[in-house]
């Protein structure tokens, strides 16, 4: 993905519009050209949601590790 941070949607938007795609996608009526361009900016709200979530998981690690070495110190 080349967006740029200031470009990249928060995981709130990501999360609605890829609901929003979902929901196209399942209604039907839609030509095979837009279901493909519809799957495809899916994919990519997923992989922007599942960046938002790993970076946070990534934060409560760090944040448990520093208290834990926190408790040790003490």
């Given at each position: ?6 470009a ?14 979902v929901?196209?996608?399942e ?33 409560l ?14």
């Amino acid at each position: 993905m080349s967006e740029s941070p200031s470009a990249r949607p928060t995981y709130e938007q990501a999360r609605d519009e890829l609901a929003d795609v979902v929901r196209q996608l399942e209604q039907g009526g839609v030509t095979l050209e837009q279901s493909l361009a519809l799957w495809e900016r899916g994919e990519q709200l997923a992989g922007v949601c599942q960046s938002w979530l790993d970076g946070a998981k990534a934060r409560l690690d760090a944040a448990l590790a520093d208290g834990q070495a926190a408790q040790q110190d003490a």
